[in-house]
Structure formats: C-alpha cells, structure tokens
C-alpha cells in the first residue's frame, strides 16, 4: 500500500513567486493534515481536512497560503507570493476517521526554499 | 494552549547503549494522547510509541518504551540496544482526546548513533 506522498520534494522559489505543493493520502484515508516546521523550530500544524471540507485552519499563517482538498482526495497548498519567512519543511499527514489515538501517517515533506 | 518541550536539541549514544530523550508538556486537559515520532534523514517521519494518557501503564515497543509520568507532565523516551538505524530526529506530540485532531510538536530531538 503507498504511503503519504508529495511532490515536489524540494523546491527553490524567488520572493514574490508563486509554489504549489501536492499531497496524496493514503487510500480510504479522511484526514488531511498540513504542517510546517520552519528551522530549528517545533512542527507547527496548519490545516485539517475531513474529506473535502476544511476541519480547522487556524494554523494558517496568513492570506497567502490557500489550500484546497479535491474530491476529498489529493491536496494542494498554494502560496502566493511567497516571501522568505515560508521556507521550511511542509509536512502532509493522513489518518483514518474516528475517535482514538489515531495514527497520523506522514509524507517526507516539501522542503521549500525562498531565496 | 498546550505546549510540549523538548530540552534536548542533540544527543549521542553508542551503539547497544541505552539513550533517553526528555519531553515535558503543559495542558490543562484531563485526556490527552502523546506520541513519539522518529523521522530518519530525507525519510518520512513514523509513529514509534503512543502513549493514552488514562492509562497508566507505560507504553513498550520492542525496544522502545515511555517512562510517563502525568502528574509531572513528562513523557520520556527510552532506546534500549540502540542500533545505527536509530539516527534519526524524534519529535514529542501531544494530541488532544476532546477538542481537535491535530497534533502539537516539541522542537525535535537529533539523535546520533556511533558504532
């Protein structure tokens, strides 16, 4: 069975550009996650999608990251424009839908770069 | 808001030594989840340990195992035999068992392990 993936698994970008990051979940998974841990720093959450809908996106730092979930499938997150503060390491997770200490399963992670 | 802290930024063992890695955390909720994440270099992070926090028993996996200690608000680690393939970065995660799915990270814990 795949695991989380996403694309791309680097990506260096001008201010001011504009990046979109992709996730796929694992099959059957509701769940959607985005996280991001700037350097050095704790992995902050940003978002959470049950199927299609936004859950939660109180992490979301600001106007200019949209993400979207389509189909309840895949995910994109979308940041435009980018400035040097969003470089860091974006995570997707997946999970199953229902109560309990559910296992969150993790792609590798987007490094994004704004130089 | 909870917080989870991880004192340690950097820690070394050798190989079939026993390593702890330190995780505190603050909430003021009664039932909570935590967890132990293990991500290996350009790899994706995995569950290694949970822990449920009505439970009293200390959670073991293989090797691995929590000393958890709610009054306290510790939720250590323990690497027993420890292998080369344990070099990795291990983040601390609280989750909350009432109000939201998403997961509250320490700053990670970088794991050396020397033959």
């Known amino acids: 069975e795949a695991g989380v993936t996403q694309f791309p698994s680097h990506s260096v970008i001008e201010k001011g550009q504009t990046v979109t990051l992709r996730c796929d979940p694992i099959?059957?998974?509701?769940?959607l996650y985005w996280y991001r841990r700037v350097m050095g720093k704790e992995i902050k959450f940003l978002l959470h999608?049950?199927?299609?809908?936004?859950?939660?996106e109180s992490g979301m730092p600001n106007n200019r990251f949209l993400a979207e979930r389509t189909g309840g499938t895949y995910s994109t997150l979308k940041v435009q424009p980018a400035e040097l503060e969003d470089s860091g390491v974006y995570f997707c997770?997946?999970?199953?839908?229902?109560?309990?200490?559910?296992?969150?399963?993790f792609g590798q992670g987007t490094r994004l770069t704004v130089v | 808001a909870q917080t989870v802290t991880q004192s340690q930024p950097e820690m070394s063992v050798q190989e079939a030594e026993t390593v702890t890695l330190s995780c505190t955390y603050d909430t003021s909720e009664s039932d909570y989840y935590l967890f132990w994440y293990k991500q290996p270099p350009s790899r994706q992070m995995i569950l290694v340990i949970r822990q449920e926090a009505y439970k009293q028993q200390n959670a073991t996996e293989n090797r691995f195992s929590v000393n958890f200690q709610k009054a306290a608000k510790s939720f250590s680690l323990k690497i027993s035999d420890s292998q080369l393939g344990d070099a990795a970065m291990y983040f601390c995660?609280?989750?909350?068992?009432?109000?939201?799915?998403?997961?509250?990270f320490g700053t990670g814990t970088r794991l050396q392990v020397f033959p």
């Open positions: 997770a997946s999970s199953q839908l229902w109560t309990g200490p559910t296992e969150a399963f």
């Open positions: 995660a609280y989750r909350s068992a009432f109000t939201t799915d998403k997961l509250i």
């Open positions: 099959s059957g998974h509701d769940n």
């Open positions: 999608f049950v199927k299609e809908s936004k859950q939660d």
